[in-house]
């Protein structure tokens, strides 16, 4: 499609009329055979004659020239790019020299050099109104292959189905002594142990828009209906949604952003938490990355004030790249605060240290691990239980996925819980197991 309607019509204007080049090829046969193929357009002849001369003429601009449009014919905008820079180099006014690197630039997906070179043509008071034409369109063009290429969505839809053993996170016990009181009460149903089957469905979005090589927005998005067999009044709907500003820098990358989940039980909206957060990324070396983050937010609680809370929190983590395993060792602190002082005894101070990895088996299989210690430490006496709650929790995953192609791909994950409270009401011990099918778009 090239040789039949670009060249034809564009070679009129600038090699047969292209003073210079007549010049510059006037009295050299092997040159005015090339300029003769090409002003025919017997491209595939004169890449021929083109490769036989290289050797002798490369870089010379009028050589340079007719090898670039050649090249550009026979789909080898690579070799042509580096022709028509050549060109441009050694001669800038030739102004169709630099048209034609843009167009190099186009074909090889280059449209941010495509963008330039046009926008250098169209401010040149010496470029005529038919090059300025061309080089409008070609602008255009490009910047609207660029405004796609620069915006990327993937999207998953997920069904899962499994067993969770403690959907409440309930206690074992059966009765529970109140020191306020000096009584045993026995528990209800709603505070002991429940297990259950589940269905979950979720829509899952990500993507990144790119503005400079050094800054992107990238957002996500997700939303799940977790719906238990028997025990309904436990079903929930929650979401999670995340924006961040990144910038890269030559000491490291920075990203600010905004998230906000919102969680129903129900049917009935329990609690949103939102939340300002801040990164640091570090490329230590080729196989080291270092990463810290700083998180401002607030949780209200829709059904009780006494669990809203502020909340901040700090973490960092380093990261190892071996091979196809990558390992992930991370230490993070938070503090939440009960925004009223009478609710003192919900606020608590978390730290959390975790290990994780992640094992690209082969192109079909990917392998996740983590397992993680918390310790949680609150801050007022518990006004039933006259003492502070002080948790310790153990937290284990693992995950198995199969990459059946681009599209579905399957997974097996399990999880497991054990926490242990100096108030038994608040230990408990949890496990989930569920199979998922992805289907990815």
Known sequence: ?????????????????????????KGDSNLNKLKKEVSESAFDSAWLTAQTLKDEYLGDPAFDFLYGVTALANDQAEYAVFAFERVTANRPEWL????????????????????TTSQLLLSNPKTSEKLKESANTLLNLSQSKLDKQSFYLSQRVSLSLGHDSNINSGTTEDNIFIPSTGDTFLLNDESKEVSDNYGALSYQASGSKI?????????????????????????????DLAFQYQHSFDFGRISVGLKFTPLWLDDELYRTRTTLTTNFEKQLTSKWLMTT????????????????????????AAHYFSNNVKHSLGLSYSDEKSDQDI?????????????????????????????????????????????????????ASASLQYNQSKRWSYNLNINAQDKDSNLSLFSYQRSDISLTANMNF
């Not at 019509?9 to 292209?18: D, E």
């Not at 430490?377 to 929790?393: G, I, T």
Request: aromatic residues 14%.
């Open 293 to 316: 983050g700083l998180n401002i937010g607030k949780t209200n609680n829709k059904i009780s004030d006494a669990l809203n809370t502020d909340n901040v929190s700090v973490s960092l």
């Open 96 to 115: 169709d020299a630099q048209y034609l690197l843009a167009k190099a630039n186009y074909k090889i997906a280059n449209y941010q050099g495509a963008i």
């Open 211 to 239: 503005f400079s090589q050094v800054s992107k927005i990238i957002f996500s998005g997700k939303g799940t209906v977790h719906n238990f067999q028997d025990e309904s009044q436990y079903n929930r709907m929650f979401a």
């Open 1 to 25: 499609m090239i040789k039949k309607t670009l060249f034809p019509l564009f070679l009129s204007l600038c090699c047969i009329s292209h003073g210079a080049l007549a010049d510059t090829t």
């Open 343 to 395: 609710y003192d005894y919900n606020s608590q101070k978390i730290a959390t240290v975790s290990y994780s990895n992640l094992w690209l088996i082969n192109n079909a299989w990917i392998a996740s691990g983590m397992i993680a210690f918390q310790e949680k430490k609150y801050q007022e006496s518990h006004p039933f239980f006259l003492e502070q709650r002080d948790d310790d929790m153990w937290l």
